[in-house]
């Protein structure tokens, strides 16, 4: 007789099938599934078949990737896909000499970078790897909108995102509330790529318990007391007693 | 049931089968690469890694020791040593993170941003009818031309004119400057006499300036007559010394007449001292024009200017 009805393995995503995840929005339980990061400590080769370089047979070829660690505190920071490579090397880069272990990390600076959409300056910890794609993006709003949760791999940044995305929807309340020309101004630099409905921005890069604690919220009602169910019962009952009596009129 | 409990598996754990390729390489990270290959598996099932063998790695490059590139801005302002408003120019990336970009000096060249500028640009040259701001290179070039003086030495041939090409050709000799024969206006057609003369020039079509142009004499500048004007100086400067010693010993003998022989002394030393003081002024103004001549060519490349009327 088998140990369990499911197999264990599958049990995470039952789990997400019944109960209060069930009703959790779609869109925020598709986005839930993980996808590939972009590769940053290895080189992806890109093909699935390519000619061997000895023999020059045609060959199928396969991308194994790094297995990379990220700290819990890479996810306060803006590491931009970076984090610890644990390993090992051979000394003096010799095959056939001693195997000794070896952990690659990121060189970390704190800077501040200021946001147009959130008029903030955050003081952040980084890499110099994002500087540069902030560069290449055109702008550190530029670089959190349009990257995606892989690669952002932080929830500080999908915190940003977030609030950048609710601020954007709810711009005539929130974004610069006293100054409407440079309302305008940096709304129509993103409006572009970036609008999203007020639904999809408010679930966006929240955790499991977060979107739990959400939707638990939403769906919390006040329980009604039982005062006025029994009156309620009561008067219905009155009713239908004085309907059923005959009805009796004086005669004058 | 284990074959729908195996398919519900695969449907919930089935990896998407997206290859993600980075478009732009890694920067500033370190890439490694593994030194034992890894076996290739089926198609659908992930590799597998053997715990020692395949987390030896190779440091591929750490580009943190590659050399630092420079990032493109587009300045919104004059910044000393860079240029103006709407100039694309090449910084350290420490420079411009941290002084250029959010003190708002620069921005980044993003397709809109070039596209603003661009349509600055076409105002300036095109909006000619409204009042067109000077460019801060005219500025600069308006300064440089008021504080200038051009001077043409006469050829010595009988039909030399002073013209319009004449003056540009002078200006592009002398003072490093390129005027086009439309931004220059000349009072008069052509000159053969020496004396002072003025010309205007107009820079990018807004500003006038006057420039005093003086006509002087020829001076042969090859090697062979300045050798010989050299040797002329240095005999001239002999006498002198001679003439001074001997002037010397006749005011010590006879010091009772001071009159006749210390002034017909003074006068022939003085004469022989005005003769030598021209020739090393005349020495000394060669080098001066020179030293002046390359000094400005070396500032003039910086203030392009008056390219068009």
Known sequence: ?252 | MWSSGRRVLQELLSQPAVRSFSLTPAQNTVVVERWWQVPLSKVGSPPRLHPRRHRIYKLVEDTKQAPKEKMELILTQTVPKLGGRGDTVFVKKSVGRNKLLPQGLAVYPSPENKQMFAEELRLLREGKSEERVQTRTGQLTVEFLKRSMLKINKMPSDEFQVTKEVVCRQFLKKLGVVVPPQALSLPFESVKDLGDYWCEVTVNGMDTVRVPVSLVPYEDLSARYQQHLKIQTQLQAAAAVSESAVEEEAAGVAVSDPAVEAEAGKDSVSQVSKASDLAGAAGAEKMAAASTQTSEDTTAPPSDSSKKD
């Open chain 1, 1 to 252: 007789m088998p140990l369990h009805k499911y197999p264990p393995k599958i049990w995470d995503a039952l789990k997400l099938k019944q109960g209060i995840y069930a009703r959790l929005p779609k869109h925020y339980l598709k986005s839930l599934e993980q996808k590939e990061p972009t590769p940053v400590h290895w080189r992806p080769l890109g093909v699935q078949y390519r000619a061997n370089p000895k023999t020059g047979q045609k060959e199928r070829v396969q991308d194994v990737p790094i297995p990379i660690y990220y700290p819990p505190h890479s996810q306060d920071g803006l590491w931009a896909g970076e984090g610890w490579i644990s390993g090992f090397r051979y000394a003096n880069n010799d095959k056939m000499s001693t195997r000794l272990r070896k952990t690659w990390k990121p060189q970390l600076f704190k800077r501040e970078l200021y946001s147009e959409i959130l008029d903030h300056k955050f003081t952040i910890t980084v890499t110099a790897r994002t500087l540069d794609l902030i560069d290449a993006a055109y702008g550190f709003d530029f670089y959190i909108l349009k990257t995606p949760k892989e690669d952002l791999n932080s929830k500080l940044g999908m915190d940003l995102k977030r609030a950048m995305l609710n601020r954007l929807a709810r711009k005539n309340t929130e974004l610069y509330p006293n100054d409407p020309v440079k309302r305008e101004k940096v709304y129509s630099k993103y409006k572009q790529q970036f609008e999203i409905p007020e639904e999809e921005a408010e679930w966006l890069g929240l955790s499991l318990e977060e979107a739990v604690e959400k939707q638990r919220q939403l769906e919390d009602k006040e329980p009604e007391p039982l005062f006025k169910a029994c009156v309620d019962k009561l008067v219905e009952e009155l009713h239908i007693q004085k309907l059923s009596e005959p009805h009796l009129t004086e005669k004058k």
